[in-house]
């Protein structure tokens, strides 16, 4: 366990190791970036549950720290809110997208189940080594499984997030403003690209609406009558048989997802990895349990917070000790999470549009960073065929029980993929 970084000052470009740290002053507000970084994604996925914003990012901070601890800090990762949990959770509560979710508590129960089938991953990690994984999941399964993610997400903000005309062309100015962002900006406003984009879209919306009449008026009442201190809206969890078997194997996509990251930050340190995949696996499973517990979504290592140190080419963990205790204070924010509420609906569409394209590109990129050879028809099949179910939802009935989209695309890339690819 580290316990203490060593200071150091590089030159500007300078690398920072995982056991140092910068001068405190940079290293608190390199922190507070890295929460700026997952704020975005964070909030999002509670909101497109029905969760409460504020325990999501409650607990993201307080993973973030299990996470820590489980590796011995030595993995430099921020633990924020999984968008692999978005479409099996709809489907297993029946949410409309939109509002509070009422039947919370099935889907924690299914998040907890999810975080203990992950954990015993990370422990099978630690007997048997990675090898299993590989075996398990080749890159053209997992580049496809990412891939479905986004796919199975994408009409979630295209048809419940744009009930008018005006909002459906508020939607396409923010991925629009977002996209601008991303190509034109530089410097860290390029890096907060979601946050800016999303900002710049509300004040567009916010003016069009009070000068046009087209949309409906910014409501900030509840901002201002929002204490800056209070618990959040905490729930418990309910176990349904159903909802398990819908939600638990989310899993095998946080395993991919894990993987993917740890594999970024090796090559970005020149640190070999492979021995911390277990105590990996099992931080992001007992903290995805104990965030399901009170209410918080599941949680995954995020990429967000590793192009930030692709960036600034600072992997010290201490950045992740400040950037987890600054969200627990914002969780217990109430004016935060009033002020995450008051982001028009079309808005939030506009960017739930980019991110899950951003996921359904990060599918893509898996494969082409493993030169997946598509001249090879099983890879071709393997990909092509759970693309399509989980974009259009394929549901396979087992009795009163469903598999959605994104699980018999998993299951499907996996069963192929052992069919169809797998040489002798």
Same mark, same amino acid.
């Given at each position: /366990? ?5 200071? %150091? ?45 504020? =325990?999501?990012?409650? /607990? ?6 299990? +996470? ?37 508590? %099935? ?17 099978? =990690? ?11 999941? &080749? ?17 979630? &903000?295209?048809?419940?997030?744009? &009930? ?58 509840? %901002? ?7 618990? &959040?809206? +905490? ?14 194997? =989310?899993?095998?996509?946080? /395993? ?16 070999? $990895?492979?021995?911390? =995949? ?20 599941? %949680? ?19 950045? +992740? ?26 808005? $939030? ?44 939802? +394929? ?30």
């Amino acid at each position: /366990m580290i316990t203490s970084w060593r200071e %150091v000052r590089p030159p500007t470009g300078g690398v920072v190791l995982p056991e140092e740290r910068l001068p405190w002053g940079q290293t608190l507000l390199l922190g507070v970036q890295h929460v700026v970084a997952m704020f975005g994604a964070t909030v999002l996925a509670p909101l497109l549950m029905g969760f409460d914003p504020n =325990v999501a990012v409650l /607990m993201s901070g307080i993973g973030t720290l299990i +996470f820590f601890f489980c590796t011995g800090g030595r993995v430099p990762s921020y633990l924020g809110s999984s968008f692999a949990f978005i479409g099996v959770v709809i489907a297993a509560t029946g949410h409309s997208g939109t509002g509070p979710n009422a039947n919370i508590g %099935v889907a924690l129960g299914g998040i907890i189940a999810c975080g203990v089938v992950y954990a015993l991953a990370g422990w099978a =990690v630690l007997r048997a080594g990675t090898g299993w994984i590989d075996r398990l999941m &080749p890159p053209v399964v997992t580049g496809t499984v990412v891939a479905v993610i986004g796919l199975n997400l994408a009409a979630i &903000p295209i048809k419940n997030m744009a &009930p008018t005309a005006f909002d459906a062309w508020m939607q396409a100015a923010t991925f629009v403003i977002i996209g601008l962002v991303a190509v034109r900006a530089r410097g860290l406003a390029q890096r907060l690209l979601i946050l800016a984009g999303l900002l710049a879209a509300t004040l567009l919306y916010a003016a069009l609406a009070a000068v046009t009449g087209w949309g409906t008026p910014l409501d900030l009442s509840r %901002v201002a009558a929002a204490p800056w201190f209070g618990v &959040p809206g +905490f729930a418990a969890p309910a176990f349904s048989v159903s909802a398990i078997a819908l939600i638990a194997p =989310v899993a095998i996509v946080l /395993m991919a997802e894990n993987l993917g990251h740890l594999k970024a930050v090796a090559s970005m340190t020149g640190r070999n $990895m492979d021995a911390q =995949v277990g105590p990996a696996f099992i931080g992001d499973g007992v903290a995805t349990v104990v965030a399901g517990a009170v209410g918080g979504t599941g %949680v995954t290592t995020y990429a967000e917070n590793i192009g930030v140190m692709a960036a600034t080419r600072v992997y010290s963990t201490l950045l +992740f000790v400040v950037a987890a205790l600054a969200a627990i204070l914002l969780g217990f924010c109430p004016k935060f999470g009033a002020l995450i509420g008051a982001v028009p609906l079309a808005v $939030m569409g506009g960017v739930s549009i980019v991110v899950f394209g951003l996921i359904t590109a990060a599918g893509a990129r898996i494969w082409v960073e493993a030169k997946v050879d598509f001249s090879d028809p099983a890879n071709l099949m393997v990909a092509a065929i759970p693309l399509v179910l989980g974009t259009g939802d +394929f549901t396979l009935r087992f009795g009163g029980f469903a598999l959605g989209g994104i699980g018999t695309a998993t299951f499907g890339a996996i069963a192929l993929w052992w069919l169809l690819g797998r040489r002798a």
